[in-house]
């Protein structure tokens, strides 16, 4: 039982780029999340999605896009990476909704240049 | 709108002795919060939650917190600190009745250290 996994762990994009993370969990939940963690700030929510099939915006939305083909799997898509996405990203999943204990993974350090 | 404020960004204790940080929050209605920790390099990890139970909430690891709606707070206690309590924690609430995208609020965080 692996929990949440998350790639790639470390990564550098040049200004313009686009790259996707991968969020895995195996352990059944419907509810899947992308954060980011910037110094000094907590965690912001970009995404979420409450089922395989949906997805809807959180706190911090722009410039990112996010699929769930699989319930299992929830990734998180940058089109045109831009200097203020330097962040470190953090998958989370929970059974029911947001009152419920989120898993996380261990996170993915993106740095844009 | 729902907010959090953790009152310290950084704590530092003494091994053996209580560790108190302290988290107040805003919130249009009876929330539930929670406190996560993340030891350095790793993802987070609930210590405890609340969800309008028992207002004094044990958690893992020995930590505990009380909910107090009239000071509308909810700070994390230890008896005694261990080493391994080094880690940054954060107070989160989740009003489902807030409105507001995703419903789930982090503070910022609070850095603890412990001396030997």
């Known amino acids: 039982n692996a929990g949440v996994t998350q790639t790639p762990k470390f990564r550098v994009l040049k200004t313009g780029q686009s790259m996707t993370l991968l969020c895995a969990q195996d352990m059944n939940h419907e509810y899947m999340y992308w954060y980011r963690q910037d110094p000094g700030m907590g965690l912001r929510l970009i995404h979420y999605s409450v089922g395989e099939g949906t997805t809807a915006k959180g706190e911090v939305p722009d410039g990112y896009n996010v699929s769930r083909l699989k319930k299992q799997n929830f990734l998180l898509g940058l089109e045109s990476a831009a200097p203020s996405q330097t962040s470190v990203y953090f998958c989370?999943?929970?059974?029911?909704?947001?009152?419920?204990?989120?898993?996380f993974g261990p996170g993915t350090r993106l740095t844009v240049l | 709108a729902q907010s959090v404020t953790q009152l310290d960004s950084h704590v530092s204790v003494s091994e053996g002795t209580p560790v108190l940080l302290r988290c107040n929050y805003s919130?249009?209605?009876?929330?539930?919060l929670f406190w996560y920790v993340q030891h350095p390099n790793k993802g987070l990890q609930l210590l405890l939650k609340y969800t309008s139970a028992a207002t004094l909430v044990k958690g893992i690891n020995g930590f505990e917190a009380e909910f107090k709606k009239s000071e509308t707070s909810f700070h994390l206690t230890k008896p005694s600190a261990h080493m391994s309590d080094a880690a940054e924690y954060f107070c989160v609430v989740s009003d489902p009745y807030g409105g507001s995208q995703g419903n789930l609020i982090f503070g910022k965080g609070t850095k603890l250290s412990v001396k030997p």
């Open positions: 919130s249009s209605y009876s929330p539930s």
């Open positions: 989370a999943s929970s059974y029911s909704g947001f009152t419920d204990t989120q898993y």
